[in-house]
């Protein structure tokens, strides 16, 4: 008799732990998939670690032009991005060129365009005007706008697009090695793909 009333108690106690068991999984199950982000498992092998630490600070912080706006003082994401430009190698630009955030993407590509030995540039240029899954935001003084990665490298920093800033006499895209055929090909393509950011 004790043996089936114990029995019993387990089964009882089984009972009631397993929904309640259950509704803590599906609700941290939830909780996770709300907030998660790509980047809590990005493969940071390779990468130098204070490279490291200042795209984890750069990341939230978008795209610079270090033109002063109302602060009366250069923001200092732009000297970040020059930073990480300068001192992460080639091979660590062409990794975070899948980091899982526009703003990230947009400094390595940048980067790898800046390189005078990479080679590939129009090519790499080309990917980034397909590049639209994350935008990024740009501030240039007090104006702020979204834009695709593309649009960034073609208007600001290639400044072949219709909407750049007037360009050096030559036209910046030169200035990085780009031939006027592959400029040519490049706005082509940027004209194809790109569109208005929603």
Not at 45 to 73: F, L, M, T
Not at 154 to 175: Q, R
Request: charged share 25%.
């Amino acid at each position: 008799m004790r043996k089936n009333n114990s029995n019993i108690n387990k089964t009882n106690l089984f009972t009631l732990i397993l929904p309640l068991l259950t509704i803590v999984v599906i609700g941290s199950l939830f909780a996770v998939s709300l907030y998660f982000e790509k980047s809590w498992i990005y493969h940071w092998h390779g990468i130098q670690s204070d490279i490291k630490d200042s795209i984890k600070i750069a990341k939230n912080e978008g795209i610079s032009s270090g033109v002063i706006g109302y602060g009366a003082r250069k923001p200092a994401q732009f000297d970040r991005r020059h930073w990480i430009m300068k001192n992460a190698s080639e091979s660590e630009l062409l990794k975070l060129t899948k980091y899982p955030n526009g703003t990230i993407k947009a400094i390595a590509y940048e980067g790898l365009i800046r390189k005078q030995d990479f080679k590939n540039k129009t090519e790499l240029i080309l990917k980034a005007i397909n590049d639209q899954e994350y935008p990024i935001h740009y501030q240039s003084g007090c104006i702020g706008q979204e834009m695709y990665i593309g649009q960034y490298l073609v208007d600001f920093v290639l400044l072949i697009g219709e909407n750049s800033p007037p360009p050096p006499p030559k036209g910046s895209a030169y200035k990085f090695g780009i031939s006027k055929k592959d400029t040519e090909r490049i706005i082509v393509e940027y004209k194809k793909t790109t569109t208005p950011f929603q």
